[in-house]
Protein backbone atom coordinates (compact mmCIF):
# COMPACT_ATOMS: atom_id res chain seq x y z
CA UNK A 1 0.00 0.00 0.00
CA UNK A 2 0.58 3.65 -0.58
CA UNK A 3 0.04 6.41 1.34
CA UNK A 4 0.24 10.38 0.23
CA UNK A 5 1.32 12.38 3.16
CA UNK A 6 3.04 15.21 4.77
CA UNK A 7 4.47 15.35 7.91
CA UNK A 8 3.11 18.35 9.40
CA UNK A 9 -0.69 17.08 7.92
CA UNK A 10 -2.11 16.46 10.96
CA UNK A 11 -4.74 14.35 8.90
CA UNK A 12 -1.93 12.46 7.42
CA UNK A 13 -0.31 12.03 10.76
CA UNK A 14 -3.41 10.14 12.26
CA UNK A 15 -3.75 7.68 9.61
CA UNK A 16 0.37 7.33 10.43
CA UNK A 17 -0.69 6.54 14.16
CA UNK A 18 -3.29 4.27 13.50
CA UNK A 19 -1.05 2.05 10.81
CA UNK A 20 1.63 1.81 14.06
CA UNK A 21 -1.00 0.66 16.18
CA UNK A 22 -2.49 -1.36 13.82
CA UNK A 23 0.79 -3.28 12.62
CA UNK A 24 0.42 -2.12 9.62
CA UNK A 25 2.94 0.45 8.73
CA UNK A 26 5.46 -2.13 7.90
CA UNK A 27 3.16 -2.79 4.95
CA UNK A 28 2.59 1.09 4.12
CA UNK A 29 5.34 3.31 1.45
CA UNK A 30 5.03 6.59 2.50
CA UNK A 31 4.77 9.16 -0.52
CA UNK A 32 5.84 12.46 0.42
CA UNK A 33 3.75 14.73 -1.91
CA UNK A 34 3.30 18.89 -1.35
CA UNK A 35 -0.28 20.37 -1.83
CA UNK A 36 -0.84 24.08 -1.71
CA UNK A 37 -3.43 26.14 -2.20
CA UNK A 38 -3.41 28.05 -5.78
CA UNK A 39 -1.14 25.77 -6.75
CA UNK A 40 -1.76 23.77 -9.60
CA UNK A 41 -0.58 20.31 -9.26
CA UNK A 42 -1.37 18.11 -12.15
CA UNK A 43 -0.03 15.18 -11.27
CA UNK A 44 -1.76 14.43 -7.57
CA UNK A 45 -4.73 15.63 -9.40
CA UNK A 46 -4.86 12.86 -11.02
CA UNK A 47 -4.74 10.83 -7.84
CA UNK A 48 -7.64 12.98 -6.37
CA UNK A 49 -9.01 15.90 -7.87
CA UNK A 50 -9.64 17.29 -4.13
CA UNK A 51 -5.78 17.67 -3.77
CA UNK A 52 -6.05 16.80 -0.54
CA UNK A 53 -3.70 14.68 1.85
CA UNK A 54 -3.90 11.68 2.73
CA UNK A 55 -4.85 9.26 -0.24
CA UNK A 56 -4.14 5.40 0.40
CA UNK A 57 -3.44 3.17 -2.36
CA UNK A 58 -4.50 -0.50 -1.94
CA UNK A 59 -2.05 -3.30 -3.12
CA UNK A 60 -4.89 -3.90 -5.74
CA UNK A 61 -4.33 -0.13 -7.09
CA UNK A 62 -7.73 1.28 -5.80
CA UNK A 63 -7.57 4.66 -4.25
CA UNK A 64 -8.78 5.77 -0.86
CA UNK A 65 -9.93 9.03 0.22
CA UNK A 66 -10.06 10.95 3.75
CA UNK A 67 -8.15 10.39 6.41
CA UNK A 68 -11.53 8.43 8.16
CA UNK A 69 -12.60 6.62 5.56
CA UNK A 70 -8.78 5.35 5.30
CA UNK A 71 -8.31 4.36 9.03
CA UNK A 72 -11.53 2.78 8.64
CA UNK A 73 -10.23 0.28 5.81
CA UNK A 74 -6.90 -0.15 8.05
CA UNK A 75 -8.86 -0.66 11.04
CA UNK A 76 -11.14 -4.10 8.78
CA UNK A 77 -7.90 -5.09 7.64
CA UNK A 78 -6.16 -5.64 10.99
CA UNK A 79 -9.30 -6.62 12.70
CA UNK A 80 -9.03 -3.73 15.09
CA UNK A 81 -10.49 -1.56 17.83
CA UNK A 82 -9.86 2.01 16.97
CA UNK A 83 -13.21 2.34 15.82
CA UNK A 84 -15.56 0.21 18.07
CA UNK A 85 -17.85 -1.83 16.01
CA UNK A 86 -21.14 -1.43 18.19
CA UNK A 87 -22.90 0.66 20.85
CA UNK A 88 -22.82 4.08 21.92
CA UNK A 89 -19.26 3.93 22.36
CA UNK A 90 -19.05 3.90 18.26
CA UNK A 91 -21.22 6.72 17.87
CA UNK A 92 -19.47 8.64 20.80
CA UNK A 93 -16.04 7.44 18.76
CA UNK A 94 -17.40 8.71 15.22
CA UNK A 95 -18.96 12.33 16.85
CA UNK A 96 -15.81 13.08 18.27
CA UNK A 97 -13.60 12.32 15.59
CA UNK A 98 -15.58 14.32 13.20
CA UNK A 99 -15.61 17.33 15.65
CA UNK A 100 -11.62 17.17 15.65
CA UNK A 101 -11.74 17.28 11.71
CA UNK A 102 -13.40 20.36 11.54
CA UNK A 103 -11.44 22.43 14.22
CA UNK A 104 -8.15 21.29 12.57
CA UNK A 105 -10.05 22.74 9.32
CA UNK A 106 -10.49 25.37 11.11
CA UNK A 107 -7.22 26.41 11.76
CA UNK A 108 -6.29 25.45 8.57
CA UNK A 109 -8.46 28.27 7.28
CA UNK A 110 -6.94 30.55 9.97
CA UNK A 111 -3.06 29.91 8.77
CA UNK A 112 -4.56 30.37 5.07
CA UNK A 113 -6.08 33.79 6.08
CA UNK A 114 -3.24 35.20 7.59
CA UNK A 115 -0.29 33.77 5.80
CA UNK A 116 -1.52 33.57 2.06
CA UNK A 117 -4.78 36.07 1.81
CA UNK A 118 -2.89 39.45 1.02
CA UNK A 119 -3.12 41.92 4.18
CA UNK A 120 -5.86 44.01 2.32
CA UNK A 121 -8.05 41.43 1.69
CA UNK A 122 -8.04 39.80 4.60
CA UNK A 123 -11.39 39.24 6.80
CA UNK A 124 -10.88 39.81 10.58
CA UNK A 125 -14.13 38.54 11.85
CA UNK A 126 -14.03 35.61 9.52
CA UNK A 127 -10.79 34.93 11.19
CA UNK A 128 -12.23 35.21 14.85
CA UNK A 129 -15.21 33.02 14.38
CA UNK A 130 -12.90 30.34 12.84
CA UNK A 131 -10.65 30.73 15.92
CA UNK A 132 -13.68 30.83 18.42
CA UNK A 133 -14.34 27.67 17.10
CA UNK A 134 -11.54 25.90 17.75
CA UNK A 135 -11.47 27.50 21.23
CA UNK A 136 -14.70 26.23 22.10
CA UNK A 137 -14.02 23.05 20.82
CA UNK A 138 -10.80 22.59 23.34
CA UNK A 139 -13.58 23.42 25.49
CA UNK A 140 -15.69 20.80 25.16
CA UNK A 141 -12.88 18.42 25.19
CA UNK A 142 -11.59 19.70 28.62
CA UNK A 143 -14.70 18.86 29.92
CA UNK A 144 -14.59 15.29 28.60
CA UNK A 145 -10.64 14.78 29.35
CA UNK A 146 -10.77 12.32 32.41
CA UNK A 147 -12.90 9.90 30.04
CA UNK A 148 -10.32 10.81 27.22
CA UNK A 149 -7.89 9.60 29.94
CA UNK A 150 -9.72 6.65 31.19
CA UNK A 151 -10.84 4.69 27.49
CA UNK A 152 -9.24 2.42 25.33
CA UNK A 153 -7.00 3.99 22.59
CA UNK A 154 -9.94 5.10 20.04
CA UNK A 155 -9.35 7.07 16.52
CA UNK A 156 -11.30 10.20 17.92
CA UNK A 157 -7.99 10.51 20.77
CA UNK A 158 -5.97 9.49 17.79
CA UNK A 159 -7.18 12.80 16.02
CA UNK A 160 -6.95 14.63 19.07
CA UNK A 161 -3.10 14.38 19.97
CA UNK A 162 -2.74 15.41 16.33
CA UNK A 163 -5.17 18.31 16.62
CA UNK A 164 -2.96 19.36 19.68
CA UNK A 165 0.33 19.18 18.10
CA UNK A 166 -0.95 21.52 15.47
CA UNK A 167 -2.45 23.54 17.82
CA UNK A 168 1.39 23.63 18.82
CA UNK A 169 3.16 23.63 15.53
CA UNK A 170 0.82 26.71 14.04
CA UNK A 171 -0.33 28.96 16.75
CA UNK A 172 2.41 28.05 19.31
CA UNK A 173 1.40 31.23 21.70
CA UNK A 174 -2.18 30.77 21.83
CA UNK A 175 -1.85 29.05 25.74
CA UNK A 176 -3.96 26.06 25.52
CA UNK A 177 -2.02 24.16 28.03
CA UNK A 178 -3.03 26.96 30.72
CA UNK A 179 -6.67 27.41 29.57
CA UNK A 180 -7.25 23.51 29.30
CA UNK A 181 -5.07 21.46 31.67
CA UNK A 182 -6.85 18.53 31.56
CA UNK A 183 -6.29 18.30 28.12
CA UNK A 184 -2.78 18.87 28.60
CA UNK A 185 -2.76 16.01 30.74
CA UNK A 186 -4.41 14.01 28.01
CA UNK A 187 -1.44 15.18 25.41
CA UNK A 188 1.07 14.10 27.99
CA UNK A 189 -0.13 10.88 28.67
CA UNK A 190 -0.36 10.50 24.56
CA UNK A 191 3.01 11.41 24.25
CA UNK A 192 4.19 8.12 26.04
CA UNK A 193 2.74 6.17 23.25
CA UNK A 194 5.76 5.59 20.32
CA UNK A 195 3.33 5.79 17.34
CA UNK A 196 2.62 9.55 18.60
CA UNK A 197 6.64 10.16 19.23
CA UNK A 198 7.25 8.49 15.53
CA UNK A 199 5.21 11.01 13.90
CA UNK A 200 5.86 13.82 15.66
CA UNK A 201 5.86 16.68 12.94
CA UNK A 202 8.58 18.34 12.39
CA UNK A 203 9.98 21.85 14.77
CA UNK A 204 7.88 24.70 13.85
Not at 71 to 80: I, S
Amino acid sequence: MKLTFSPTSPFARKVRIAAIELHLNDRIELVPTTTSPGQAISEYSLVTPLKKLPVLITDEGDTILDSYVIVEYLNELANGSLIPANGARRWRVKSDHCLVNGLIDSMVLCRYEKTLRPPELQWQDWYDDHWTRVWNGLAWFERRSEALMNDPLDLAQIALVCMLDYVDFRFADCGWRQAYPGLSAFYRRMQERPSVTMTAPPPA
